[in-house]
């Protein structure tokens, strides 16, 4: 990608992305997420309506009329986006590529961070890490997360999505915030790594790495999706190329028993990806190719707001 063409796409996805998050997402990424933990602001005189288990005693009694101690929440976060970067992500057929996608999510997740004075660190990977930005603050540091989502070139094509999440767990010492924007698609059909869980079904290879990281961060799964991944047109004969691996297909989607079986397949694949994610209690954000993001990642904001304010 030439300097010019990089420059225009990233001011083009700052414009969008901090309109997005001034005008859409303001304070709603702030509050759905929470800081390191409570530290002490304040005493003031007690008030009407304030909880009484805050009432502070011992300068009740100097003072002779009751005092409540007052806490803010230490608020400063982490965020970790790991954006899988594997062939697969170069596949695309309404308006824009899952990688492009990809991109506008994690910069527009970047600049909500930033603009609630929060860290933000970026890990690039195929099937294997192949990039890292250490966390930071800043506009000019978000700037550079986006031109390495949009510039840089991995040199492998597939897809190691535990090993993305094993190695920002290991950068991440303090409780953080990781988001892995992923299509979750790792070959694993045709692969020893998927096993067989102890209930008879099968278990995807990024499964442990995901649960060991839900221990100690807050996990939240971004699935990239096309609508082309789940039924095809009817066109006559195509050939497919498998962009990790080679591997090419010619079917007929003339045929509409070919069609069926691969909705069918695809419907199942789906339903393995949701039951995963259900068992690790791994709530995801789901998008798709030229349609809105900021509908599912506003909804998902609010609905952990909602859930913290319970």
Known sequence: MQTSELL???RRIEIRTSHLVSDV????????????????????????????????WNVSARTG????????????????????????????????????????VAATIAFSAIRSNDRVGLVCFTDRVERVVPPRKGPRHVLRIVRDLLAFEPEHRGTDIAGAIDEANRMLSR????????????????SPARTRRTDGGAREPWEDA????RMKHDVIPVVVRDRRERELPA???????????????RLDLGSRAVRERFARVAAAEEA??????RRLRAEPVMLETGGDFVEPLTAFFRKREGRRSR
Not at 71 to 99: C, I, N, P, Y
Not at 235 to 249: N, S
């Open 272 to 277: 393995m990806l949701a039951d995963s994610f």
């Open 65 to 104: 009329f009751p005092h409540v101690k007052l806490f803010r929440e230490e608020r400063e976060l982490t965020v970790m986006l790991a954006v899988d970067l594997s062939g697969s992500l170069g596949f695309g057929t309404h308006a824009q590529l899952k990688r492009e996608l990809a991109a506008e």
């Open 8 to 10: 225009r796409k990233v």
């Open 175 to 190: 409780r953080s915030v990781l988001f892995v924007v992923s299509d979750w698609r790792t070959g694993a059909q045709a």
């Open 210 to 213: 995901l649960r060991l990281a």
């Open 25 to 56: 997402l303001a304070g709603q990424f702030r509050s759905a997420f929470k800081g390191r933990g409570m530290e002490f602001e304040e005493v003031r005189p007690y008030q009407y309506g304030d909880d009484v288990r805050s009432i502070d």
């Open 235 to 249: 066109i006559g004969l195509a050939e497919f190329v498998d962009e990790e691996t080679g591997e090419r297909v």
